[in-house]
């Protein structure tokens, strides 16, 4: 009986014993973290720089190499984390969150246009996304809040892709790649990534009938990149 009584205080302790065991022997060094967070920071700016985003150093720190992976496939965080868009009036962003916002369901008029103020400080500011998570979720009665997070998420891509297209055409770029993200809920828009499309007027969308751009329709999540005249040659 006291054979079996060790043997199973052996059992219940030895995840214990092996844990203390490898934080003493099998510790990760200082260094190499240190070298992880520096890779993580230059792989962070590079992937904001592809967006033609001028990035401030003091928001790089944030990025870890364990973020990248979900950051390269939507890049919520270059919203967040630059001042972009200055050529474009901030009454012209406001009212381009606002039409976006017509989209939310649940959502009063005195609602719609809080929520496009908050969203315009935390696009061009750099604002806490947090106090309008925690608006949504409460206006709208949400069961979890990471629907709240969501549609935050959603509409700070739709105005970024707005915004983007509008200062490109400012600055004389008229023509951009369609590039369908892993995350885009609609199946066919993975047959336009790579498409060149006019700036100005968009793609055509037979089906529906009408011209659309990335981010345009609901539940769309595509990006896109400008491109020139030689990238284009180069494409074909």
């Known amino acids: ?16 014993i092996l844990r203390i065991f490898v934080s003493l022997f099998f510790r990760v060094p200082e260094g190499y973290k240190l070298q992880k967070k520096k890779e993580g920071e230059e792989k962070a700016k590079q992937l904001l720089e592809k967006q033609g985003n001028k990035i401030e150093e003091k928001f790089i720190s944030q990025f870890s190499p364990e973020t990248l992976i979900e950051e390269e496939k939507f890049m919520s965080a270059f919203t967040l984390n630059t ?13 381009i969150i606002l039409e976006n916002t017509k989209s939310i369901e649940g959502l009063s008029e005195e609602d719609r246009l809080f929520f496009a103020k908050t969203l315009y400080d ?3 500011e750099g604002n ?10 409460e206006k709208l009665n949400l069961k979890f809040k990471k629907n709240a ?26 023509k951009a790649k369609w590039i369908f993200l892993g995350n885009c809920s609609i199946e066919k828009h993975k047959f336009l990534n790579g ?5 100005e007027t968009g793609f055509y969308d037979d089906e529906l009938n009408k011209y659309i751009f990335p981010a345009d329709l609901e539940n769309c999540d595509c990006d896109f990149v400008a491109v020139n005249d030689f990238d284009e040659y180069e494409d074909k």
């Not at 806490?128 to 979720?137: E, K, V, Y």
């Not at 498409?195 to 700036?199: D, E, K, S």
Request: hydrophobic content about 55%; overall charge positive; glycine content about 0%.
């Open 1 to 16: 009986m006291k054979i079996f009584l060790i043997f199973l205080l052996i059992i219940i302790l030895l995840p214990f």
């Open 83 to 95: 001042k972009p868009f200055s050529e474009i009036p901030d009454d012209t962003k406001i009212k």
């Open 195 to 199: 498409i060149i499309f006019n700036l």
């Open 122 to 124: 935390i696009i061009v």
């Open 128 to 137: 806490p996304a947090r106090s309008l998570i925690d608006f949504l979720f």
């Open 149 to 174: 997070e969501q549609i935050v998420r959603n509409q700070m891509h739709k105005a970024y892709c707005k915004f983007h297209r509008l200062e490109l055409l400012h600055c004389e770029v008229k």
